[in-house]
């Protein structure tokens, strides 16, 4: 039973959030008359002593307290005596947890709102290097059009900007404290809740007892928006290590973040990308193992929602990680811009830009204009050229509509200019896009 029990191993990560949520409470309870102001200023100093042990040794694990909430008050009880039982007037264990890992995942939010804005500055500052960098746009990982590196990395610029509105708005939910519900009806003394709440930085109190010691939802929220940030990650992760690969020598990795092989010389690893990818799983399955803890439990409290903790510490602790790992990824990459654009060149990737320029220029309908230009990419590869390289006869041949000026439009440079719509990847909406970001982030 000890050992089934005992949440101490873990639940002492909230000693700080849980002497502050008990300082809170005296403070409350001594103004409105439940103790006296001398058995108050005896409890928070012996509190503040406590807090300073732990901040100097670091907090006991005895499994017979069980948890933080026992551990602090049988130390403060060593401390001050009995007075100390006055503390738990009016509140239960249940209330207590539900307000320390609340104010607890409130941080962790915050910590990953930084970790956020960093990486995007990292990307923003990249991108605005490469607007004018030309690869290889892809979709089913096949050539499709020539994009920018820098609008390829602001399209994760984006993803990480929904990633911090919905860790904001998490927070905007979870500014209802939840002290003063008690056990789960409420209590009979003459609480000021809105005091308490005040005190730890909450907007109000939590508006029904019931739900607030069976409520989960705030550690939820932060585990599904870590879950989908992971994913984006991950999926940069994905494309770092593929574009390290030989075959495409995109990019090299910072070698701080790389490491060599044990048997093969020449190897250069980047691992670091690799354990983004991995622990992204690891983030969704603790999500997935709070929303399956949480499933089947009637209101109020049940014991299973100790093990709440562990999948959020888990996920936060490797959400931090893949953050700043990513920032120094981005930031160190080291882009090989020439062999970027060697392999925008292959795949016949402005095809479109000549299908567009028969719509335009011919007036002839899309789909026709698309069978011309299949035509055309069949002759190249059957020449072993690109499409620039067909000779005036070659494109005549095909359709007598086509003629010199077609050969401006399918260079890279002018595909990749020519696709300025609102969000596009023309250089110079790359640069507005940099500009706005940068101004977001309060760069300039
Ligand atoms: N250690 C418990 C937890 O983490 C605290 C709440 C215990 N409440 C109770 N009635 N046993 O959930």
Avoid at 197 to 206: I, K
Avoid at 287 to 301: E, N, R
Avoid at 380 to 398: F, N, V
Wanted: glycine fraction near 6%; hydrophobic fraction near 45%.
């Amino acid at each position: 039973m000890r050992e089934i029990n005992a949440s101490i191993p873990f639940d002492k990560a909230l000693w700080r959030q849980d002497i502050a949520g008990s300082r809170a409470h005296v403070a409350m309870l001594a103004k409105q008359g439940i103790v006296s102001a001398e058995d108050a200023k005896a409890i928070d100093d012996g509190l503040q002593q406590v807090a300073a042990e732990y901040e100097r040794d670091g907090v006991p694990e005895d499994w017979d307290l069980e948890d933080i909430h026992m551990t602090v008050e049988a130390r403060l009880t060593e401390l001050i005596g009995p007075v100390a039982g006055r503390l738990h007037t009016a509140r239960s264990r249940n209330d207590q947890v539900a307000t320390d890992f609340k104010l607890w995942v409130r941080e962790a939010t915050n910590c990953a709102l930084d970790g956020i804005a960093a990486l995007q500055r990292a990307l923003v500052v990249r991108a605005g290097e490469h607007a004018d960098s030309v690869m290889p746009g892809f979709t089913h990982l096949q050539t499709a059009q020539p994009v920018t590196l820098g609008h390829h990395l602001l399209a994760y610029y984006e993803m990480l900007r929904r990633d911090a509105s919905r860790f904001g708005d998490n927070l905007a939910r979870a500014d209802e404290c939840p002290l003063g519900a008690a056990a789960l009806a409420g209590t009979g003394f003459d609480l000021d809740r809105t005091m308490t709440a005040d005190a730890l930085g909450f907007a109000r109190p939590t508006a029904n007892s019931l739900d607030t010691v069976s409520d989960r939802d705030f550690a939820l929220d932060y585990l599904q928006a870590a879950s989908q940030c992971a994913l984006h990650l991950s999926r940069l992760a994905e494309e770092l290590i593929l574009w390290a690969s030989q075959p495409f020598g995109f990019v090299r990795l910072p070698d701080s973040l790389s490491t060599g092989s044990s048997i093969m010389p020449q190897k250069k690893n980047p691992d670091a990308a690799e354990l983004v990818r991995g622990h992204a799983g690891r983030i969704v399955g603790a999500t997935t193992a709070l929303i399956v803890t949480m499933k089947g439990l009637p209101l109020a409290y049940s014991k299973d929602m100790q093990d709440d903790k562990p999948p959020v510490f888990e996920a936060a602790g490797l959400l931090d990680l893949c953050l700043a790992a990513m920032e120094g990824m981005i930031a160190g990459a080291d882009f090989n811009a020439e062999r970027m654009r060697h392999a925008a060149g292959l795949g016949h990737a402005t095809a479109t830009d000549l299908a567009d320029w028969l719509v335009r220029e011919a007036d002839i309908p899309f789909r026709e204009a698309h069978h011309i230009t299949g035509a055309a990419v069949k002759l190249a590869d059957r020449k072993e050229c690109t499409l620039e390289d067909l000779s005036l006869d070659d494109l005549k041949g095909i359709d007598a509509r086509l003629d010199e000026r077609v050969r401006a439009v399918l260079t890279l440079d002018a595909s990749v200019a020519a696709r300025a719509s609102y969000g596009g990847t023309a250089p110079d909406r790359v640069r507005e896009q940099v500009a706005a970001a940068r101004r977001a982030l309060g760069m300039e």
